[in-house]
């Protein structure tokens, strides 16, 4: 009998004080110790005595008095096999009937009640015996038996969870509508798609070579490649990669990338993450795996992660930590940040994902914990109508006034809007906070060069820097696809105000020796769309100018998007692609590669899935039915029945 049954026996005996509890200790618990069973006072001996006395004359009375004594200490107290009645005779004769005044001991004793009694016997012995050794313990010892006890309910509940039990709901898997889509009508498109998707396979087999397992692949070097973003969660290609694969048809690909998930994706690690980037790669991977091919381990994986995340919630106003240890659930900022400030990008980037974790967990914590965030957002003051990079989270109030729609802002302003498109438009709060800042980015950030370029500034402090970042151009796709929700009859000119901003970065490309684009380009100086410092030349593989071309493709289909797009591959095959690989490049202005030696894990998930819907048909994840995250994983629109319809039962 476990220690932790008998506790109730032991109320007075054995309470808080014995056991080391709140109440317990020299000072507390009414000064009692508790130094063995000397402790117990000579009244408590007494009423125990009495208690035990009082047990063994109820047992042995009912062995000998009650009707049906037999069923009820076997079937209640000690949880004994219920005595059957006995087969009926060899022939298929029918049993008699039982005789009058025999009763249940009676035909017992006729099919071998002697037996019957002595397993009672030697229960009640057995029970009493686990009684005087549990009374002869320390208090320590009781308490580590009350702990094993604890893990080992702990470990059987996440055994059943782990076999599908009650710790996700279950539900019935319906693939979103364009998970798979048509080969391109015209053969020279469908020639293009199939050459990404030679290149996909170029950068995959040479992870799976020099890198399997690992975060990022070397693929000069031909080793794995780590960044201290992931802590020692391990797997950021292969999990950035999954949905990729999968539109891409490279069944053979996905099916190990899955095998891998299931047997070696791990997060119980003892190390420092940033939430940001786990979530859009790690979360919003698996996500998008589950709902395009339904594995119920990507579900259950992007849920246990998510879990994991929310202690970085814990500070005095529920805006995130950017960093947390994933183990001890302690969480800090970038220390270069403002002051201990969170940034807007990050705490901005996790709503798409926390709203599906909710959807497919039925655990609405993770949306309340993003929806917070909002409500935090809209008690403050914005200068300009803005929204500052840096907000401090445990006075709530925000950090320097820069603004910056590329790094530190971008995928903010990105959310916004597309938790509105995700909720089938119904996310009335986001949609207007989205257009109220489209109009504040419009008056103080947006300007246009000598030359007709059109180019989003940054903002610091009401000064501007006319200065551009390649992570900024995603700002084009996403005007695009905000224009038909744009208030004041506005859509044409959100289209127009995208087109504008593709130009630009696509200047920004062209005006380099490699064709492809720097870190930041500059309009001061005499200059227009080049860089002009050194440490804003390289190109890491970064996917936003493609991102724009694929959302303008798609909302105008004019045909200069996809020629852009082609001018890209042909540069990225000429520059970036090697013997191992593709890698970054350190000077897009020196006619002679020098190559960072890094295939980032955002090439395969974002640049080469962009370029391969480029050059697709609409009907494959289709903009009504999905919308993207940051890291290019697609997540269904949430229709208003789906809640009613829930996938609940297999």
Known sequence: MPAASLLPLFGSAVGPGALGGPAGGGAGGGGRKAAGPGAFRLTEKFVLLLVFSAFITLCFGAIFFLPDSSKLLSGVFFHSAALQPPPPPPGGQPRAPPQPGGGPVAAAAAAGGAGSLERIRADHERALREAKETLQKLPEEIRRDIRQDKEKLLQDARGRKEAGGPGLPQRLFRQPVGAVGQEPSD????????????????????????????????????????????????????????????????????KEAKEWVEKNLDFNVNAEISVFEVNIRFVGGLLSAYYLSGEEVFRKKAVELGEKLLPAFNTPTGIPWALLNIKSGIG??????????????EFGTLHLEFVHLSHLSGNPVFAEKVMNIRKVLNRLDKPEGLYPNYLNPSSGQWGQHHVSIGGLGDSFYEYLLKAWLMTDKTDEEGKKMYYDAVQAIETHLIRKSSGGLTYIAEWKGGLLEHKMGHLTCFAGGMFALGADGAPNDRTGHHIELGAEIARTCHESYDRTSMKLGPEAFRFDGGVEAIATRQNEKYYILRPEVIETYMYMWRLTHDPKYRQWGWEAVEALEKHCRVDGGYSGIRDVYNNHESHDDVQQSFFLSETLKYLYLLFSEDDLLPFEHWVFNTEAHPLPVLHKDDGNKEDDQK
């Not at 800090?332 to 990008?345: E, K, T, V, Y």
Request: glycine share 8%.
């Open 332 to 345: 800090r900022n970038w220390p270069w940040a403002s002051g201990g400030s969170s940034i807007l990008a």
């Open 187 to 254: 053969p020279a498109v469908r020639q293009k798609r199939d050459k990404i998707k030679e290149m996909m396979k170029h950068a995959w087999d040479n992870y799976k070579r020099y890198a399997w397992g690992l975060n990022e692949l070397k693929p000069i070097s031909k080793q794995g490649h780590s960044s201290n973003l992931f802590g020692n969660i391990q797997g950021a290609t292969i999990v950035d990669a999954l949905d990729t694969l999968y539109i891409m048809e490279m069944k053979e690909e996905f």
